[in-house]
């Protein structure tokens, strides 16, 4: 059955970085996209991007470009998010979830990122 | 940026009810590229609606999605107590994939 594994939480210092791994299984990795969601405490969803694999190509809102790199390791099917100069705005629950089409039909488990000094 | 925006916030309806929740976006999408996703607490977002009306796998017959332009619905025919959730739509229409603020279904 198709699983995407991500990493576990991490507490991270105003100005650090954070990177999440996502590991899918069930699948064939490059055929289907990969998109990042986060989603802060008691708050809605909000999309930080996508990487469709069969281009090459990421997709970045205005929001988060400059400080995002969406990656992937196709030897061992794991997407990768890192975010840079955290903010404790950005602590959130990060979720990685498989793009079938357009819809976003299997999600991780979610990793939470607490930035705290 | 297309800008989503749900209506109401929060719906307090009984089991057994119909609900009817409003998705409506600053500009004019292909319903190709809409989408609807449960949430229910403690839990990762799940597909139910893509293309505007179509079910995902595993979603119930009793959620239909409609509408078009900027104007989509989300209708649940009879409200079962596994419904009683956060629903948020979602486009693409813009190469970005945006999210509304998120109806919550509660318990009356």
Request: proline share 4%; hydrophobic share 30%.
């Amino acid at each position: 059955q198709v699983q995407l594994v991500q990493s576990g939480g991490e507490l991270k210092k105003p100005g650090a970085s954070v990177k999440i791994s996502c590991k899918a299984s069930g699948y064939s990795f490059t055929t289907y996209g990969i998109n990042w969601v986060r989603q802060a405490p008691g708050q809605g969803l909000e999309w930080m991007g996508w990487m469709p694999f069969y281009n090459g190509y990421t997709n970045y809102p205005q929001k988060f470009r400059g400080r995002i790199t969406m990656t992937a390791d196709t030897s061992t099917n794991t997407a990768y998010m890192e975010l840079r100069g955290l903010t404790s705005d950005d602590t959130a629950v990060y979720y990685c979830a498989r793009a079938v089409g357009i819809g976003l039909d299997h999600w991780g488990q979610g990793t939470l990122v607490t930035v705290s000094s | 940026e297309i800008v989503l925006t749900q209506s109401p916030g929060t719906l307090s309806l009984s089991p057994g009810e119909r609900a009817t929740l409003s998705c409506r976006t600053s500009q004019r999408i292909n319903r190709s590229y809409l989408m609807w996703y449960q949430q229910r607490p403690g839990q990762a977002p799940r597909l139910l609606i893509y293309g505007a009306s179509n079910r995902a796998t595993g979603t119930p017959d009793r959620f239909s999605g409609s509408g078009s332009g900027t104007d989509f619905t989300l209708t649940i025919s009879s409200l079962e107590p596994e419904d009683f959730a956060v629903y948020f739509c979602q486009q693409y229409g813009d190469s970005t994939g945006t999210f509304g603020q998120g109806t919550k279904v509660e318990i009356k």
